[in-house]
């Protein structure tokens, strides 16, 4: 992959970069987050009507399919490979950033175990309550973690990685999950069915 190459383009493919499948990734928890932050806006209140609690129901469907494996795709293939590639080099800074973002994934997947009464609630029509704290601490967590792993992991991979290595990272992927990221029920289209609570 050249320097500077983008690595979040639109579809995923059999021969698409890592890099690209792991951005789509990101877009699509970027997606969910949506989903749940429109519950607990505290202008607009939760509706428990249909839509909404289809949307939540598809948004806890790909979060719990897609959260772990995502999170194990980096830690067993991507962040290994980026030490590797620094290999007779000072690289603290990078394992101190590899160790961040892997405690980062631990905190996410606590809180989610700790969220699901609450969205199961919410996917079954009933507010949030007390858990809309919670509830938003987890996506402003997770929206900070994307952000930081687009701005910082993904284009340094790009500019240390080979290509060889990055077609063994891309098969790896596609070995583990061979479907598309967040194959599974989508809340994007609930969530445009959405009346306006304005």
């Known amino acids: 992959m050249t320097p500077g190459q983008p690595v979040d383009a639109p579809a995923v493919g059999d021969d698409e970069s890592p890099l690209a499948t792991l951005a789509a990734c990101h877009r699509h928890l970027l997606t969910q987050c949506a989903v749940l932050q429109r519950l607990i806006d505290p202008q607009d209140g939760y509706r428990p009507d249909r839509p909404a609690c289809d949307a939540v129901h598809g948004a806890v469907c790909c979060r ?19 030490i590797d590639a620094m290999a007779g080099s000072d690289a603290v800074c990078l394992r101190e950033m590899v160790a961040s973002l892997t405690e980062e994934h631990r905190d996410l997947e606590r ?19 007390p858990a ?24 340094m991979a790009g500019r240390l990685i080979g290509d060889a290595e990055l077609t063994r990272i891309g098969d ?27």
């Open 172 to 198: 790896a992927l596609r070995t583990r999950c061979p479907q598309d990221p967040g194959v599974g029920p989508s809340p994007t289209d609930s969530v445009s069915d959405w009346p306006s609570r304005r």
């Open 132 to 155: 809309a704290d919670e509830l938003q601490a987890f996506v402003d967590r997770c929206q900070r973690h994307v952000a930081r792993e687009d701005a910082e992991l993904l284009p």
């Open 111 to 129: 809180r989610w175990r700790l969220l699901r009464p609450t969205l199961d609630g919410l996917a079954a029509g009933r507010a949030p309550g």
């Open 64 to 82: 719990d399919t897609a959260l772990q494996p995502h999170h194990a795709d980096e830690e067993v293939e991507l962040f290994p490979a980026l």
